[in-house]
């Protein structure tokens, strides 16, 4: 069975950090783009950092930079990302994805650049 499987979110306060995990099993993620999405409450899922195959490209949506930071390890077939500073705001479901897109694609234009795996997604709640 083909699946991506998400976890490290959590209850967290502001100023706080978490991992997110994003490990595949039944493919390989060699050859894919990787990103990771959110969706908050009555708000439309966004892309939140995407990665290139090789870990060479990467890209962050300008509310995250300098706070999220992507990353890869093909021998585990994991994704990662890396949330520090977080703020109420980055309250939401966390979904990776994979796809064979460029990452400024698949992160900025899902709609027309659409992942062909997705996870079943980990809440990640930002409170005091």
């Known amino acids: 069975q083909l699946q991506l499987v998400e976890s490290g979110g959590g209850l967290v306060q502001p100023g706080g950090s978490l991992r997110l995990s994003c490990a595949a099993s039944?493919?390989?993620?060699?050859?894919?783009?990787i990103g990771w999405f959110r969706q908050a409450p009555g708000k439309e899922r966004e892309g939140v950092s995407c990665?290139?195959?090789?870990?060479?490209?990467?890209n962050y949506a300008d509310s995250v930079k300098g706070r999220f930071t992507i990353s890869r390890d093909n021998a585990k077939n994991t994704v990662y990302l890396q949330m520090n500073s977080l703020r109420p705001e980055d309250t939401g479901v966390y979904y990776c994805?994979?796809?064979?897109?460029?990452?400024?694609?698949?992160?900025?234009?899902?709609?027309?650049?659409?992942?062909?795996?997705w996870g079943q997604g980990t809440q990640v709640t930002v409170s005091a």
């Open positions: 039944g493919f390989t993620l060699d050859y894919k783009a």
């Open positions: 994805a994979a796809g064979p897109w460029a990452v400024q694609n698949m992160c900025r234009e899902t709609s027309k650049y659409s992942p062909d795996y």
């Open positions: 990665i290139s195959s090789d870990g060479d490209s990467t």
